[in-house]
């Protein structure tokens, strides 16, 4: 099976000046329908991978209005069902309320992320004005998909086997007028589901609990001091870390509808500590290092102490939100993505519940982002966290390291010259013996061949390099988040582990 589904209708120049619309980010129009029967195979898929790996990419289909910014685009989802030795790969346009509308329309209705003042008809997000454009973020549950933008979007849910749209979560989207941030976690022994968002009035957060039968449980107000840019959370067993960093809108010029991101060097990052189903009057504030932190590995328990792992920066990079000023704008673009330029380091916090102390140190000096674990080990002590490598002065997935935290020790795989991947994730054989008992599966794509590749690599010898290549059906754009299904829950949070 090969086969064209349906092609979107795209308003896009064909020879685009934005950098993001072009070479490793042409967007793509194509849906499709191919299994590994009519799919090249390099190597052999093992037959005790089962599953699906999903991948979000944000994927523009109109000409956009002002400066296009690479956050923008419009949600495509690729999908890849291992099961046998054998596997189907699927693409698929989310079809949010603003895809819908600017397809009827033939262009674009709303402004990107940098010019949000030109907006003229009401959007979605923390600013309010942007198009929910659910590219940024995927996961799993309650035998759905949820796909969100980072900003706050509606819960958009699809199904994990077909990708179709199903529509924001008809069981508790009208109860979140908030939206979903990306980055909500998923309790693998609970089941439940905790999410945040950070509009701009106040409280200026909430945080949610979804339980495993899809119900909202728990959603209360967390106090800030103003509207921030937070990006992730993490769980523990018992606890939810929400983050307030020291880089937000400068809230004078905020009052006068004026958006201009800053990062205050003299005031202390928090982290919160509250009990995964309390709310504000239980939360505990701890201060750290000013700091940005885009994404975590993990959080757990070590007693007394609240453990965070994932990757610091002492130095944020804005993007030009509202920048007037003139210049090239694609590279002030390319300046606050450049992990190279923000430094992005793995670094571990512990909060001492007991002496209301933090502990910092930084885990390893090289630049890396978008650090993930097994789905297994969210929330309790682990071992391994799997970081992506990135090419200097470009926004583009170089390879990928993986840090042993117990042994202090490394590996790497590097997907070589103009070839450039996704977030990774990692996929556990049936009755795995140890946390990294199974496959690092990511997407590829390669601009020298002109074709795209979803790879398959032992999670515990990256160095020995892929165990299969598929190639799939066409070259595909460059994307960010995605997340792994274990076959035991595409149908819903049934799992049971010690």
């Not at 993505?337 to 001492?352: A, Q």
Request: hydrophobic content about 35%; proline content about 7%; some cysteine.
């Amino acid at each position: 099976m090969r086969k064209v589904i349906n092609t979107v209708r795209s308003g896009l120049d064909p020879n685009p000046e934005n950098p993001f619309l072009r070479d490793a980010f042409r967007p793509n129009t194509r849906e499709w329908d191919a299994d590994t029967d009519d799919l090249e195979v390099i190597g052999e898929i093992p037959a005790d991978l089962h599953g699906i790996y999903v991948r979000n990419t944000h994927n523009q289909v109109q000409q956009p209005l002002g400066i296009y910014h690479p956050f923008d685009g419009d949600a495509m989802l690729h999908a890849v069902h291992f099961q046998d030795g054998k596997a189907v790969y699927r693409n698929r346009m989310v079809r949010t309320t603003g895809f819908l509308a600017e397809q009827g329309a033939g262009r674009s209705l709303w402004p990107g992320l940098l010019q949000p003042s030109q907006y003229t008809r009401r959007g979605w997000g923390a600013i309010g004005a942007m198009k929910d454009n659910a590219g940024t973020d995927v996961w799993a549950h309650g035998g759905k998909l949820v796909a969100v933008m980072s900003q706050g979007s509606e819960p958009w849910r699809l199904d994990p086997r077909t990708l179709e749209t199903l529509g924001p979560d008809a069981a508790w989207a009208q109860l979140i007028p908030d939206g979903v941030s990306a980055h909500g976690k998923v309790d693998p022994r609970t089941g439940e589901m905790m999410f945040f968002n950070y509009p701009e009035h106040a409280p200026f957060m909430n945080y949610g609990v979804i339980d495993r039968d899809n119900q909202l449980v728990h959603y209360t107000p967390i106090e800030l001091p103003g509207p921030r840019w937070p990006h992730d959370l993490g769980i523990t067993e018992n606890y939810t870390v929400l983050h307030d960093f020291p880089f937000f809108f400068d809230p004078e010029a905020l009052e006068h509808g004026v958006r201009t991101l800053e990062f205050h060097r003299d005031m202390p990052s928090r982290f919160g500590i509250v009990p995964r189903h309390g709310g504000n009057g239980e939360i505990r504030w701890f201060e750290g290092t000013p700091c940005f932190v885009l994404h975590i590995t993990n959080c757990y328990e070590d007693g007394d102490v609240v453990v965070m792992d994932g990757c610091i920066s002492y130095d944020p990079q804005m993007p030009p939100v509202g920048d007037e000023t003139g210049g090239d704008p694609y590279a002030k673009i390319t300046r606050h993505l450049d992990k190279h330029n923000t430094r992005t380091r793995m670094h571990r916090w512990r909060f001492d519940l007991r002496t209301g102390q933090t502990h910092e140190e930084l885990l390893d000096d090289e630049v890396s982002e978008f650090p993930v674990t097994v789905n297994d080990y969210v929330g309790r002590p682990y071992r391994y966290s799997y970081n992506t490598l990135f090419e200097k002065g470009a926004w583009l997935f170089a390879g990928v390291k993986r840090y042993d935290l117990l042994a202090g020790t490394s590996v790497r795989y590097e997907y070589g010259p103009g070839r450039y991947g996704s977030e990774p994730a990692i996929a556990l054989r049936p009755g795995a013996r140890a946390e990294d008992d199974g496959y690092l599966i990511t997407l590829v794509t390669d601009l020298r061949a002109d074709r795209s590749e979803c790879l398959i690599l032992d999670a515990a010898d990256l160095a020995a390099g892929p165990v299969a290549r598929i190639v799939l059906p066409e070259r595909i754009s460059t994307g960010t988040h995605a997340t792994w299904i274990e076959a035991d829950r595409i149908d819903g949070e049934h799992r049971t582990l010690e």
